[in-house]
């Protein structure tokens, strides 16, 4: 072998070696709050929340996960978080962790390539709430709330540890919107439990907004469990417009930008378990990113229904600390 061919080899080398650092996850001290969005906001409040922020890293050739050193992505990952907080701020004291979500390019891999960088993502996720059990919990009720990724985070979450009742009894409830519920996840898991009403509790109120005509989506491939925001019920029961109590656009300070009440009424499909939109041109809300299909309203589900599911946190709550006392 000449020179020339083992220093080629040796920079090919060298050149993996860079690139499975530039993979290599960071670790990450929960116990300094600056790796923290949130870190106990709001006095004064009868309750936690532990929520988990979606995907806002589009990720690049060769990084697959967000890193904490990215400025950028950290002030995005706020601002998601700012304009989901308003429906849960006026009840509950805050937390929401910085982590190594996965980025956007991650969801257009295979599950078996995909499966270590949602890995990363969750061990993250995992740290920051075993430090927060332990470190500021102090055996208060807890809301678990995501969006999107944040959803599926929370989820796992939930699969872990809330089998044992010191957590079980501490759930309010766990908002895991624009995610999917399985059937399989329920049957392997049965402590999960879906709410089945307005106001039950250490259950999971989920769903995910589409227009009619969608039968696929890379959210829900084939089914999903889930509840109508509007009318509270686990069937196909249409609810209209009438029933939501308003849709809120809210920029990345979290300020509403505009409001319209009795904007849309849902429906769940009997078949899919989506919340199928009925008052709604998809033309009109794209869904902007190019991994969700025309007439996905993915990116939406917080927003069409904002009011409803502030005034939903309020009575679960109160449900709660009613039966608890």
């Given at each position: ?8 080899l ?11 650092c530039?993979?290599?996850?960071e ?5 300094d ?19 988990i ?6 990720g ?61 993502a ?19 009720p ?125 429906y ?11 008052d ?46």
């Amino acid at each position: 072998m000449t020179k020339h061919v083992l220093k080629t080899l040796l920079l090919i080398l060298i050149l993996l070696n860079l690139a499975a650092c530039g993979e290599k996850p960071e670790i990450i001290d929960y116990s300094d709050i600056n790796n923290w969005a949130y870190y106990s906001v709001g006095e004064n409040k009868p309750a936690d929340l532990f929520l988990i922020c979606p995907t806002v890293f589009g990720g690049e050739e060769n990084q697959h996960n967000m890193s904490l050193k990215d400025e950028e992505s950290k002030q995005n990952f706020t601002g998601a978080l700012n304009m989901e907080k308003g429906i849960y701020e006026n009840e509950l004291r805050m937390y929401a962790p910085f982590y190594q979500q996965a980025g956007l390019n991650v969801y257009k891999m295979d599950s078996r390539r995909s499966k270590k960088f949602f890995d990363t993502a969750y061990a993250d996720i995992r740290k920051a709430f075993v430090h927060y059990m332990e470190n500021e919990n102090n055996n208060r009720p807890i809301v678990i709330a995501g969006f999107s990724q944040g959803s599926d985070m929370a989820l796992r979450l939930l699969k872990e540890f809330f089998s044992e009742e010191k957590y079980q009894n501490k759930l309010v409830a766990a908002y895991l919107i624009g995610w999917r519920i399985t059937e399989q996840d329920l049957k392997k898991y049965p402590h999960l439990k879906m709410a089945q009403n307005e106001n039950d509790t250490g259950v999971i109120v989920s769903f995910n907004s589409e227009a009619e005509f969608v039968k696929k989506s890379i959210i829900v491939p084939e089914k999903t469990y889930g509840i109508n925001p509007l009318n509270w019920k686990t069937d196909s029961t249409p609810a209209l417009a009438s029933l939501n109590l308003g849709a809120c656009f809210t920029d990345y300070s979290g300020s509403i930008v505009n409001e319209f009440e009795n904007f849309t009424g849902a429906y769940l499909d009997s078949e899919r378990g989506t919340l199928k939109i009925t008052d709604v041109n998809p033309d009109e809300y794209p869904p902007i990113l190019d991994i969700f299909e025309h007439g996905v309203f993915h990116i939406y589900d917080y927003l069409f229904f904002y009011r409803n599911l502030q005034h939903n946190v309020e009575v679960r709550l109160k449900n709660y600390m009613e039966n608890i006392n």
